[in-house]
């Protein structure tokens, strides 16, 4: 009976993972005309929320990672603020994100895993809050954070740095352009079947190109034929 009861307490407890709530922030900051030259698989992806149990997952793996050795020392000195950049060329090893709804905040967590072949995998947070003057802002960690802007170009979507920012509290400072480390643009591109390419560049105004990676995902679904 003990077993009978668990069982069904437990089962209680588990998430519906096809259960979708529609989320219609992405689309709001897109405008109409841009969400509708996104691709449906796009669109379904950015517009649907994670229930409070639900994680949204999608697992892949690192195709492509160049960093130039300034980009190398940037990314390491990025670690006092959560080590947003990839700190391994590795390609080729196994890659993860998962996304679920940071309620307080009224946005979303992002965590991403990239594996190495030496050590333990990398492990990136992120907040996605939908304020700001652009709408959109990503925090990183020790109060720091990017606006993001969104943008469509040939059915992909990109968020790219509109400035960097410092916020304690209610005081907010923007970094000044001299002080920040270069255009950052992230982008979405569907690659059909189910699968999405996941690029980073980080650009310097002085320096050139100083990190450039792709990652290929598709959506974990529990019990889903392979």
């Given at each position: 009976m003990a077993t009978i009861a668990a069982r069904t307490t437990i089962a209680s407890f588990v998430p519906d993972i096809g259960a979708t709530v529609i989320d219609p922030r992405f689309r709001q900051l897109l405008g109409e005309a841009n969400w509708a030259s996104l691709p449906p698989a796009v669109r379904a992806r950015f517009g649907r929320k994670a229930l409070a149990t639900q994680t949204i997952s999608y697992i892949g793996e690192v195709v492509e990672c160049r960093m130039s050795r300034l980009g190398k020392i940037f990314a390491n000195l990025c670690r006092l603020v959560g080590a947003p950049l990839p700190l391994s060329t590795d390609t080729n090893v196994a890659a993860s994100v998962c996304v679920t709804e940071d309620a307080s905040a009224g946005g979303q967590y992002w965590t991403r895993q990239y594996?190495?072949?030496?050590?333990?995998?990398?492990?990136?947070?992120?907040?996605?809050?939908?304020?700001?003057?652009?709408?959109?802002?990503?925090?990183?960690?020790?109060?720091?954070?990017?606006?993001?802007?969104?943008?469509?170009?040939?059915?992909?979507?990109?968020?790219?740095?509109?400035?960097?920012?410092?916020?304690?509290?209610?005081?907010?400072?923007?970094?000044?352009?001299?002080?920040?480390?270069?255009?950052?643009?992230?982008?979405?591109i569907d690659c059909d079947h189910g699968r999405f390419a996941f690029t980073l560049a980080l650009d310097h105004p002085w320096f050139g190109p100083l990190v450039h990676q792709c990652c290929l995902f598709t959506e974990y679904r529990p019990g889903a034929a392979s």
């Amino acid at each position: 009976m003990a077993t009978i009861a668990a069982r069904t307490t437990i089962a209680s407890f588990v998430p519906d993972i096809g259960a979708t709530v529609i989320d219609p922030r992405f689309r709001q900051l897109l405008g109409e005309a841009n969400w509708a030259s996104l691709p449906p698989a796009v669109r379904a992806r950015f517009g649907r929320k994670a229930l409070a149990t639900q994680t949204i997952s999608y697992i892949g793996e690192v195709v492509e990672c160049r960093m130039s050795r300034l980009g190398k020392i940037f990314a390491n000195l990025c670690r006092l603020v959560g080590a947003p950049l990839p700190l391994s060329t590795d390609t080729n090893v196994a890659a993860s994100v998962c996304v679920t709804e940071d309620a307080s905040a009224g946005g979303q967590y992002w965590t991403r895993q990239y594996c190495r072949r030496g050590g333990f995998p990398q492990v990136i947070h992120s907040s996605k809050r939908f304020a700001g003057p652009t709408g959109l802002e990503e925090y990183l960690g020790m109060g720091f954070g990017i606006a993001l802007a969104l943008r469509v170009e040939a059915e992909a979507l990109y968020f790219e740095s509109d400035h960097y920012f410092w916020r304690a509290g209610p005081l907010r400072l923007r970094l000044p352009r001299w002080l920040a480390p270069g255009r950052l643009s992230i982008g979405h591109i569907d690659c059909d079947h189910g699968r999405f390419a996941f690029t980073l560049a980080l650009d310097h105004p002085w320096f050139g190109p100083l990190v450039h990676q792709c990652c290929l995902f598709t959506e974990y679904r529990p019990g889903a034929a392979s």
